[in-house]
């Protein structure tokens, strides 16, 4: 009974942390994706294809990969000192570089399915551009994109796992420890349940947003 | 003055000519009907006039202001942004797919750009709003959301748009080429109570008897030019080109 409560405890500070990650990813990478698929389809050459690029190295390279160089970068380009406390912010900043080109794609799959009779109604109307956008265009992207987003959700939640990579404590490290002391598969199931739950969670919270946005064909 | 002017426009798409040389005029509270074959360049010639399209060449004149000149180089120049806005709150558009804005209701579809775009208070909106939709009695679909309406609602609603912004003129492209035909009569009817109260209007349609009857002056297109024009029973009853002969033909049976 006792290490069951330890094993609670310990997933429990590990869920914590896998939920930070989660949070903070989606807070800067969101923003961020809109920004990149602005680039990606921009009319300027270089704006252009260098989003392209990006993205493309971003989705063609292992996110374990990706956290490993924004850790370990700093020593071995800059020869700077990396300390433990550079783990928390490493992990964010990777995971926040990935995604935020996932979301670029999925924004920019979402704003060219947009009629170009929006765009012509709005501009008759006389909206400025920024108007356009924040009014008729993005509500109804949001709309949307909203299952690819959750798809996206549900795999950065799994995706945090991979912070052990550098040895960051998040639910599964915490549960790789757990299980390596104990010889016991345990910790694993729990840690699975764990994971399970949250995005039960996550699936229920965009499925009532999706809901919600229903109003409207 | 002539509350729009347009001489020769011409316009290409790659290797088409779309429109060779059309001028027009369009004075205060008359109805101008573009009739002609589908691919005539009819459209095209209502959205250069809206500045959806660009021309090539070609002047473009709202009530003496200049939206479109021709350069040095024979090639248009377009008045600069501030000025085109400006120019663009003389007129209105009405289109074939209506493009209401599906997440807004009914009401706030009409409101809206006269508070965002014109600065008019809520209230005052609002209450213009419901004159209008009473107008094209759909004043308890005020709350509902276009998906909710059919088709000839839907184009009503737009119409309410439109007017909502007090354009100088109206122009209609095929305003019921996307309706079910017994829904064309509600749309139909509510352009002759605009013609009535002297509201300047351009419509390209293909109803010919209805163009016949709202029309001050009828243009018969056809391959980018202007074939034939005048007086609607002129043009439509005894057209003297051999062209609109055959496009209005095929109309009386």
Redesign the interface.
């Known amino acids: 009974m006792k290490s069951f409560s330890l094993l609670i405890s310990q997933l429990g500070a590990g869920m914590a942390a896998t939920v930070k990650i989660f949070f903070l990813t989606l807070v800067f990478s969101l923003p961020l994706g809109l920004l990149l698929s602005f680039g990606r389809m921009s009319k300027n050459f270089f704006v252009r294809n260098l989003s392209k690029l990006y993205i493309s190295i971003m989705r063609g390279t292992p996110l374990m990969l990706q956290l490993v160089v924004v850790y370990f970068g700093p020593y071995f380009l800059f020869n700077m000192q990396i300390s433990s406390a550079y783990r928390f912010p490493a992990v964010v900043i990777a995971f926040v570089l990935n995604y935020a080109a996932y979301f670029a794609e999925i924004y920019r799959s979402g704003i060219e399915s947009m ?1 170009a ?2 765009y ?8 400025s551009r920024t ?1 356009t956008f924040l ?2 265009i993005l ?2 992207v949001i ?1 949307r994109i909203l299952p690819p987003v959750t798809n996206e959700a549900i795999t950065l939640v799994k995706d945090t796992s991979l912070s052990f990579a550098i040895s960051y404590v998040e639910m599964f490290t915490a549960a790789k420890a757990l299980a390596t002391s104990w010889t016991s598969m345990m910790p694993y199931l729990g840690a699975g349940v764990f994971y399970y739950i949250f995005n039960l969670l996550i699936a229920g919270i965009m499925g009532f947003a999706e809901k919600k946005l229903n ?3 | 003055m002539s509350l729009l002017e347009m001489s020769h426009i011409k316009k290409r798409f790659d290797d088409l000519e779309v429109l060779t040389d059309i001028s027009l005029t369009v004075d205060e509270g008359n109805v101008l009907g573009i009739i002609g074959p589908s691919g005539s360049g009819k459209s095209t010639l209502l959205r250069c006039a ?1 500045m ?1 399209e660009k021309v090539d060449s070609g002047e473009i004149t709202y009530l003496g202001e200049k939206a479109v000149w021709d350069g040095q180089n024979g090639r248009a120049v377009y008045a600069p942004k501030k000025k085109l ?1 400006e120019i ?2 003389n ?3 009405v ?1 074939q ?1 209506f ?5 807004y209701s009914v009401l706030k579809n009409v409101m ?2 006269p508070v ?3 600065g008019q208070s809520k209230e005052e909106a609002a209450q213009s709003a419901m004159e209008l939709l009473k107008k094209m009695g759909l004043e308890e679909k005020a709350g509902a ?3 909710q309406l059919s088709g000839g609602q839907q184009q009503r609603v ?1 119409i309410a ?2 007017l909502a ?1 007090n354009p100088k003129v109206l122009f209609f492209d095929e305003p019921t080429s996307a309706l079910d035909p017994e829904l064309t009569g509600e749309i139909l009817s509510v352009i002759r109570s605009l013609a009535a109260e002297k509201m300047t209007m351009v419509i390209v349609t293909h109803e010919m008897s209805f163009a016949r009857d709202v029309a001050d002056h009828i243009i018969f297109m056809d391959g980018g030019v202007i074939v034939e024009q005048g007086a609607p029973e002129q043009v439509i009853n005894s057209p003297k080109n051999q062209r609109t002969m055959d496009f209005l033909s095929r109309f009386q049976n």
């Open positions: 009629p009779g929006q012509e109604a709005a501009k008759l109307l006389g909206y108007q009014k008729i509500p109804q709309k109003y409207y064909r | 809206v959806l806005r663009s709150r007129y209105g558009l289109f797919n493009h209401l804005f599906p997440h809206d750009a965002h775009v014109l959301y276009p998906y737009s748009r439109a912004m």
